[in-house]
């Protein structure tokens, strides 16, 4: 997030505040306390998202300024990495929640051949050489394969060795 980004946020704030206006405007040396809170926050590299909804609580008046008011900058910091956390711990639950047990892929692959194609397929779309189209089709043409329900896609090729292998030069790159 930009400095004049933050600044702007703070100075919202000082709207719905005047005690805290006057203390963004107080000089301290030769700049500002709100230019020394607004650079304290920008070093922080804060999610912008999370600042910015943690700002709005204050402007929204849904959030009381702390006491002492010096605090607030610790305290908008505290709350969008408390919220950060939260998010992050949130999902990392539900990915575990939703995370096969182990063998839970193999019933539904019948071999580690495929299986190992179908984990290359979803590395290529996570890389971004695969579009999440392409790479739904692919994995539904690669298990009619395996059930010998359609011929050998062009993408798949089998090694001297029989071990399958996912080319990628005869797909568009991405």
């Not at 920008?42 to 009381?64: A, F, N, P, Q």
């Not at 956390?85 to 580690?112: C, F, T």
Request: proline content about 3%; some cysteine; charged content about 30%.
């Amino acid at each position: 997030m930009k400095r004049a980004e933050i600044k702007a946020l703070l100075w919202e704030i000082a709207k719905r505040y005047p005690r805290f206006q006057g203390l963004l405007q107080k000089r301290v040396g030769d700049e500002t306390q709100g230019s020394i809170w607004v650079s304290d926050l920008y070093r922080m590299e804060l999610d912008s998202g999370y600042l910015t909804d943690v700002c709005h609580d204050y402007i929204e008046l849904r959030k009381d300024l702390p006491n002492p008011i010096d605090n607030i900058v610790k305290e908008i910091a505290d709350e969008v990495r408390r919220l950060q956390y939260q998010d992050q711990r949130r999902l990392e639950l539900h990915m575990q929640a939703n995370q096969p047990a182990p063998g839970e892929l193999m019933k539904i692959v019948g071999s580690w051949g495929i299986g190992k194609v179908a984990i290359d397929i979803g590395v290529a779309l996570k890389n971004k050489k695969l579009t999440e189209e392409e790479n739904f089709k692919m994995v539904d043409q690669l298990f009619a394969w395996e059930k010998k329900e359609i011929e050998q896609p062009d993408w798949l090729s089998v090694d001297s060795n029989g071990k399958l292998l996912l080319c990628l030069s005869t797909t568009k790159e991405k």
